[in-house]
């Protein structure tokens, strides 16, 4: 009877063990000012300056010195042993205008995103499907008998 009580405890140990190795585990990375915080600016009177002080300074910025505060923020899921998964995703853009006085405000979501898939770019070694094998055996008679006596 102790055997077997040792062995339900190690059992139900192990099951505990399992159920939390296999817990869901979620990460945020990055930032996104709140509704309030959003509220706090005024399309048409705020600027650059006064959106980084009351909301803080922007995760990435436009491409030109003239483009927009992007605020991004996304959640990753990680059960067990499998890859991480992006379940929530949200950006906030930040539209300025010439002057530098705020335009526009958006909010996207992981619904609204598409993956982009970037191209690869390899450079062309010019061994077209040729073995290291024959590319050895084809230099044998490439090489001159005077270039080693030099």
Same mark, same amino acid.
């Given at each position: 009877?102790?055997?077997?009580?040792?062995?339900?405890?190690?059992?139900?140990?192990?099951?505990?063990?399992?159920?939390?190795?296999?817990?869901?585990?979620?990460? /945020?990375?990055?930032?996104?000012?709140? @509704?309030?915080?959003?509220?706090?600016?005024?399309?048409?009177? =705020?600027?650059?300056?006064?959106?980084?002080?009351?909301? +803080?300074?922007?995760?990435?910025?436009? $491409?030109?010195?003239?483009?927009?505060?992007?605020?991004?923020?996304?959640?990753?899921?990680?059960? #067990?042993?499998?890859?991480? @998964? @992006?379940?929530?995703?949200?950006?906030?853009?930040?539209?300025? =205008?010439?002057?530098?006085? $705020?335009? /526009?405000?958006?909010?996207?979501?992981? @619904?609204?995103?598409?993956?982009?898939?970037?191209?690869?770019?390899?450079?062309? &070694? +010019? !061994?077209? /499907?040729?073995?290291? !094998?024959?590319? !050895?055996?084809?230099?044998?008679? &490439?090489?001159?008998? #005077?270039?080693?006596? /030099?």
């Amino acid at each position: 009877m102790d055997r077997s009580m040792k062995l339900l405890k190690a059992s139900a140990l192990f099951l505990c063990l399992l159920a939390a190795a296999c817990t869901a585990q979620y990460r /945020n990375h990055g930032y996104v000012p709140s @509704e309030d915080d959003l509220a706090e600016i005024i399309v048409g009177v =705020d600027t650059r300056d006064s959106v980084a002080e009351s909301i +803080g300074t922007p995760t990435a910025g436009g $491409v030109l010195n003239e483009g927009g505060y992007y605020y991004v923020r996304s959640q990753f899921k990680t059960v #067990g042993p499998f890859r991480p @998964e @992006e379940v929530d995703r949200q950006l906030v853009a930040v539209s300025f =205008d010439q002057n530098g006085v $705020v335009s /526009n405000i958006e909010r996207f979501g992981l @619904e609204d995103g598409r993956v982009v898939r970037l191209s690869r770019r390899v450079t062309d &070694n +010019g !061994l077209n /499907n040729i073995s290291f !094998l024959r590319q !050895l055996l084809g230099n044998l008679g &490439n090489f001159d008998a #005077g270039s080693l006596l /030099n």
